[in-house]
């Protein structure tokens, strides 16, 4: 009688020391999430109350790509790639006293110059009445425009793709406060940081997907 109490308790034990088993062989595979930051500078120099500037930002492949190989991955291995944050910030002021600016960027792309637009333009941020001395104090974290972040992953997603996305900012018309003149000008460099986040599928050597 014991042995058959033996043999009754032992199975179960065996059998999900098998399914256990099975488990590790079966999930070879794991995920990890990494950030990257692209950086990207808007110069304005102003005698009158409007601003107004374009930068091409091109990188955006060149950050993936450099990524991947820091972790022995490739695009295949991406399982998804989104942006998550944005902030700006003030340098180079060339005033002591203090500007406030509203004004509005957007985004739009076009991978081949002259050709036309392969996405957008769409709004990334709003930005009403930001004093350039507070801005300068360090990074903003903006209320990012739904419409702009939704340009920016589609980017990213054709870069998976293989496409090579080129994205331009532009810093469209608004006021300034106090107006710039001649003899008072407005000089000084928006620093705009996006941040994307990348989930990679990574598998021990030797075990294909």
Not at 32 to 51: A, G, M
Not at 109 to 126: M, S, W, Y
Request: hydrophobic share 40%; with cysteine.
């Amino acid at each position: 009688m014991k042995k058959v109490i033996f043999k009754i308790a032992v199975l179960p034990i065996l059998c999900v020391l098998v399914l256990a088993s099975g488990c590790v062989y079966d999930d070879l595979s794991s995920e990890i999430v990494v950030t990257e930051t692209v950086k990207i500078s808007l110069d304005e120099y102003r005698e009158s109350p409007t601003l107004g500037s374009t930068v091409v930002c091109d990188d955006f492949a060149d950050r993936v790509y450099k990524l991947l190989e820091k972790h022995d991955s490739s695009v295949k291995d991406i399982k998804s790639i989104h942006i998550v944050s944005g902030t700006y910030q003030v340098q180079r002021l060339s005033s002591d006293h203090d500007w406030v600016v509203s004004s509005a960027v957007t985004i739009k792309r076009q991978d081949v110059p002259g050709e036309p637009l392969d996405d957008g333009p769409a709004t990334f941020v709003n930005m009403t009445d930001q004093s350039l001395i507070a801005a300068k104090g360090g990074a903003i974290y903006a209320d990012l425009n739904s419409d702009g972040v939704a340009l920016i992953d589609r980017a990213l997603a054709d870069l998976v793709m293989g496409e090579d996305p080129r994205l331009i900012l532009t810093m469209e018309d608004g006021t300034i406060m106090p107006e710039p003149s001649p003899a008072d000008p407005l000089s000084f460099m928006w620093r705009v940081s996006v941040t994307f986040q990348v989930v990679i599928e990574k598998s021990p050597p030797g075990h294909g997907k």
